[in-house]
C-alpha cells in the first residue's frame, strides 16, 4: 500500500498550487483521505480531509477560504488546490488515508497509511 504525493515547488506569496496524492496496492474509496503538514521542529499539524463519499469537507482555520481538498475515488486520489498562498503555509504537505473516529480526525493518529510528503515553498 502506497500513498504518492506531488505537486509541491516554490511559488510567490498569493499564488496557487495543486497537490494530488495517488494510493496504490488497495482500495481506498472508503477510507476518510485527508492533508497534514509540517515544519522543521513543530507537530504535523492537520490541514484538511475529506470523507470517502466527499460529502463532508473540514479544514484548519488558517486555511479556509483559500484550500480546497477533494477526491477521485475512480482515480484513488485526493487534490488539495491551494489558492492565494502565505508564506506560513510553507511546509512538507502529507497525505493521509485511514477510518479515523471522530475524536482523531484531525490528529495523525488516527490515519494509517502515509505518503512520503511534498516541500511547499511560499516566497514574500
Known amino acids: 500500500v502506497q500513498l504518492q504525493a506531488s505537486g509541491g515547488g516554490l511559488v510567490q506569496a498569493g499564488g496557487s498550487l495543486r497537490l494530488s496524492c495517488v494510493a496504490s496496492g488497495g482500495t481506498f474509496s472508503s477510507y476518510t483521505r485527508a492533508w497534514f503538514r509540517q515544519v522543521p521542529g513543530k507537530e504535523r499539524e492537520f490541514v484538511a480531509r475529506?470523507?470517502?463519499?466527499?460529502?463532508?469537507?473540514v479544514y484548519t482555520d488558517s486555511v479556509k477560504g483559500r484550500f480546497t481538498i477533494s477526491r477521485d475515488n475512480a482515480k484513488n486520489t485526493v487534490y488539495l488546490q491551494m489558492n492565494s498562498l502565505k508564506p506560513e503555509d510553507t511546509a512538507v504537505y502529507f497525505c493521509?488515508?485511514?477510518?479515523?473516529?471522530?475524536?482523531?480526525?484531525?490528529?495523525?493518529?488516527?490515519?494509517?497509511?502515509w505518503g512520503q510528503g511534498t516541500l511547499v515553498t511560499v516566497s514574500s
Open positions: 475529506i470523507t470517502w463519499t466527499g460529502g463532508t469537507t
Open positions: 493521509a488515508a485511514g477510518r479515523p473516529i471522530m475524536s482523531y480526525s484531525q490528529m495523525p493518529g488516527g490515519y494509517r497509511y
